[in-house]
């Protein structure tokens, strides 16, 4: 190296100890920077010395990424839930537009599926007659009508009693039928039981996505309740 070039070197250094001592943050704020300087720093204290501190950096720095991993999912599952709210809302303020049952009921299967972009929004009514209502048998493509005891044993899928009144699951076998959709159509489902009145057999509302993880247990069920209450209240006014 000419005496040019090491000057030239000197300059260099000079320059950036000086960069560093004025702006210390572009070290500090670099983690392969700062783990290279502490490699250096470790490999000069020799094989017999323990270096606690370079230890504590090394468990921080874990701890760091630890937390801002936990951060950006808290974020991300902040930022779902809202875009679920805004739905359910966008969805219950439709319905209350509905001016009639049939109206409601046509614009599940329509305009709430959509929304909450779903292949299927069908309410299941039980109903003891040997043959359904007329009126009902007109909105076919959106409501069930199916024996009594029928909801609780498909919400149940047979085994037994269900105190819950929200059920998410990966869809089980008859769900094509409840949905009137080909089996297999349907990934997974959310089933709600509705309260029509104390003169009416019990009533449920199916929703079914061909996503097999949009309906999952142990999902939050509060935005699903809410828009249940709003669909009970809006039937009960005009069955009443």
Excluded: C
């Excluded at 250096?40 to 504590?56: E, F, K, P, T």
């Amino acid at each position: 190296m000419t005496n040019t070039e090491m000057a030239d070197w000197g300059d260099e250094d000079d320059a950036l100890r000086t960069r560093i001592l004025a702006e210390p943050a572009l070290v500090l704020d670099d983690p392969e920077l700062m783990r290279a300087l502490v490699a250096a720093s470790d490999s000069s204290l020799g094989d017999n010395i323990v270096d606690l501190r370079g230890m504590a950096m090394q468990r921080l720095e874990a701890r760091l990424a630890q937390l801002d991993e936990t951060h950006r999912t808290v974020i991300a599952v902040a930022s779902e839930n809202r875009a679920s709210m805004e739905q359910i809302h966008r969805a219950a303020l439709r319905l209350l537009e509905a001016e009639s049952f049939e109206g409601a009921l046509r614009m599940l299967g329509t305009d709430i599926a959509e929304i909450l972009r779903l292949e299927s929004v069908r309410l299941v009514l039980e109903s003891a007659r040997a043959r359904p209502d007329p009126a009902l048998a007109k909105l076919g493509e959106v409501v069930h009508v199916a024996a009594p005891g029928s909801i609780e044993t498909y919400m149940s899928a047979g085994r037994g009693p269900v105190a819950r009144r929200t059920v998410l699951r990966a869809a089980v076998p008859g769900a094509g039928v409840v949905h009137a959709m080909p089996e297999g159509a349907i990934g997974s489902e959310a089933l709600l039981r509705l309260d029509l009145g104390a003169e009416r057999l019990p009533a449920m509302l199916a929703m079914g996505s061909a996503d097999p993880e949009q309906f999952r247990p142990g999902q939050g069920t509060d935005l699903l309740a809410f828009f249940a209450d709003v669909l009970e209240r809006a039937l009960r006014r005009w069955l009443a």
